[in-house]
């Protein structure tokens, strides 16, 4: 769930996809996904293409257009899709073509390369496996679990079942993360916008999706705990108009 606070229509997007850690019937979503940030003018896959692996993504690359990379393993154990995809990202960032990248893998391998990236000024987001690295969660600057695209969910028990190990705190409750994420929007009024409080929550937390704790948007993960916080605007209308998050403490 893209978290829109400004225009991101001009980003023109490289999208490089590490085949060893990718999965060919997520493709349409991954593509959904980053064009919510931008124009995806470069669009690559890199793997082997003589093993057995790759073949589900063969029929994948001429429907969605996606131009595979050839790069051999010539040790085994090593995964020589890495160093293939880093030099083209470089040579990418300095061609002039592109302003933002989409790396989509869970390896921490590529934690390097997304902070070099973001050093020349560049955009970046990463697409993984809640399993993913948080070293390289935290280099980009958008990071999407793929288990929150709607290829991978799983229709949620109606019966209130409790699970059969525990969920870790930032995954099941959100609360300090939104509280957090509010006391940096905030103004002197003790209000927060609402696309800023998005912001602050990107900062924070690069990884985080309403999707992750069950909505698909902000403000309704918000109006989920009317208990923390207080939400304001949302019948105006106009150009101008904008919605407004407090605490229930601050405005108590």
């Given amino acids: 769930m893209a978290i829109h606070t400004s225009d991101h229509s001009n980003r023109r997007f490289a999208l490089l996809i590490d085949g060893d850690n990718a999965q060919p019937k997520l493709i349409k979503d991954i593509l959904t996904e980053t064009g919510k940030y931008g124009v995806i003018s470069v669009r690559r896959i890199y793997g082997d293409w003589t093993t057995a692996n790759m073949n589900g993504w063969k029929e994948t690359l001429h429907t969605y257009a996606i131009q595979p990379i050839q790069q051999f393993r010539y040790t085994i154990g090593k995964n020589a899709t890495d160093s293939a995809m880093i030099i083209d990202a470089m040579d990418l960032v300095y061609s002039?073509?592109?302003?933002?990248?989409?790396?989509?893998s869970s390896d921490s391998d590529y934690t390097r390369l997304a902070t070099r990236i973001r050093e020349t000024g560049m955009f970046v987001m990463g697409i993984g496996k809640k399993m993913t690295p948080r070293a390289f969660v935290n280099a980009c600057e958008v990071f999407l679990f793929t288990e929150n695209f709607t290829s991978n969910q799983k229709p949620r028990p109606t019966t209130s079942t409790k699970p059969s190990t525990p969920q870790k705190e930032d995954e099941s409750d959100p609360i300090r993360l939104l509280e957090s994420a509010w006391e940096m929007a905030s103004g002197d009024d003790g209000w927060a916008v609402l696309s800023d409080l998005g912001n602050a929550l990107r900062k924070l937390d690069p990884s985080f999706d309403p999707r992750t704790y069950g909505h698909n948007q902000l403000l309704k993960l918000i109006q989920a705990h009317k208990d923390k916080f207080r939400v304001r605007g949302l019948n105006r209308e106009g150009?101008?108009?904008?919605i407004f998050v407090t605490t229930k403490e601050n405005n108590s």
């Fill in 239 to 242: 150009p101008s108009s904008a």
């Fill in 96 to 104: 002039g073509t592109v302003d933002s990248f989409c790396l989509v």
